[in-house]
């Protein structure tokens, strides 16, 4: 194989792994906003909890002053039914006190309802703080992992920037050039490997014999359609190739 054919072949491997890490490394931020944006999730349903649950305490709190206004009411009505003189006087002290015992159970009730409410929401309260606690730790290894990640391909990266420097030191400018060209114009991929007659990026039909020069290997072809820089792999020992084009 022609040895700037080959070594553009290495480098385009090598464009396509930093093209890789780079992608890694810039999908990174979006990641930890996924973690900040999981845990505020976790915190706001805390939080929401929490509201509930004050809310349900000052609510707690006006029924049982009601409660005892109510039961104060009806504690000076049972004192002034012993004074009464009449009949007439004694019946009505006697609805009164039938309402204010009416309305005694009717706050017990709500009081009640109150209660088990807080023991709903203080059930609630605590499942979620356990899961804001584990979430938090979760996200914490995965911040660490990111991390040990960042550093891995950005370390990955400059080696491979380096190693790409040194191997395009030793390809033929025009070659070089011609590489670059189609790259910048192919979204990054300048070759493309001619397989059975066909351009495998563009996938269209080689001529004949455009093909049987490209499996020579001898010297740099562009693809007519998509101007990429052919190449030809033959195929593993035991495994019969296609017949060169007519």
Same mark, same amino acid.
Request: proline content about 3%; overall charge negative; hydrophobic content about 40%.
């Given at each position: 194989?022609?040895?700037?054919?080959?070594?553009?072949?290495?480098?385009?491997?090598?464009?396509?792994?930093?093209?890789?890490?780079?992608?890694?490394?810039?999908?990174?931020?979006? %990641?930890?906003?996924?973690?900040?944006?999981?845990?505020? =999730?976790?915190?706001?349903?805390?939080?929401?909890?929490?509201?509930?649950?004050?809310?349900?305490?000052?609510?707690?709190?006006?029924?049982?002053?009601? %409660?005892?206004?109510?039961? =104060?009411?009806?504690?000076?009505?049972?004192?002034?039914?012993?004074?009464?003189?009449?009949?007439?006087?004694?019946? @009505?002290?006697?609805?009164?006190?039938?309402?204010?015992?009416?309305?005694?159970?009717?706050?017990?009730?709500?009081? %009640?309802?109150?209660?088990?409410?807080?023991?709903?929401?203080?059930?609630?309260?605590?499942? @979620?703080?356990?899961?804001?606690?584990?979430?938090?730790?979760?996200?914490?290894?995965?911040?660490?992992?990111?991390?040990?990640?960042?550093?891995?391909?950005?370390?990955?990266?400059?080696?491979?920037?380096?190693?790409?420097?040194?191997?395009?030191?030793?390809?033929? #400018? #025009?070659?070089?050039?011609?590489?670059?060209?189609?790259?910048?114009?192919?979204?990054?991929?300048?070759?493309?490997?001619?397989?059975? =007659?066909?351009?495998?990026?563009?996938?269209?039909?080689?001529? #004949?014999?455009?093909?049987?020069?490209?499996?020579?290997?001898?010297?740099?072809?562009?693809?007519?359609?998509?101007?990429?820089?052919?190449?030809?792999?033959?195929?593993?020992? =035991?495994?019969?190739?296609?017949? #060169?084009?007519?």
């Amino acid at each position: 194989m022609h040895s700037d054919l080959q070594h553009l072949i290495t480098l385009q491997d090598l464009d396509l792994a930093a093209e890789r890490l780079r992608r890694q490394i810039a999908d990174m931020p979006a %990641l930890s906003a996924a973690l900040d944006e999981r845990i505020a =999730g976790l915190t706001a349903a805390v939080a929401s909890v929490k509201e509930r649950s004050a809310s349900s305490q000052a609510a707690r709190r006006e029924i049982e002053k009601d %409660l005892a206004v109510v039961q =104060g009411r009806l504690s000076k009505y049972k004192d002034q039914l012993m004074e009464v003189k009449t009949n007439k006087e004694y019946h @009505a002290m006697q609805t009164e006190i039938a309402t204010a015992e009416q309305q005694v159970r009717l706050q017990e009730d709500r009081l %009640l309802e109150r209660m088990e409410e807080a023991e709903t929401l203080a059930a609630e309260l605590k499942t @979620a703080e356990a899961a804001l606690k584990t979430g938090q730790a979760d996200a914490g290894q995965e911040r660490q992992q990111m991390e040990t990640n960042r550093a891995a391909a950005e370390n990955e990266l400059a080696r491979t920037s380096d190693e790409r420097a040194t191997l395009a030191a030793s390809v033929s #400018p #025009p070659a070089l050039a011609l590489f670059e060209h189609v790259s910048k114009h192919r979204k990054g991929l300048a070759m493309s490997e001619a397989r059975e =007659g066909h351009c495998m990026q563009c996938h269209v039909r080689l001529r #004949p014999q455009v093909f049987n020069e490209v499996r020579r290997n001898e010297r740099l072809i562009q693809c007519d359609s998509c101007s990429r820089i052919l190449f030809y792999i033959a195929p593993p020992a =035991g495994v019969a190739a296609a017949p #060169p084009s007519a």
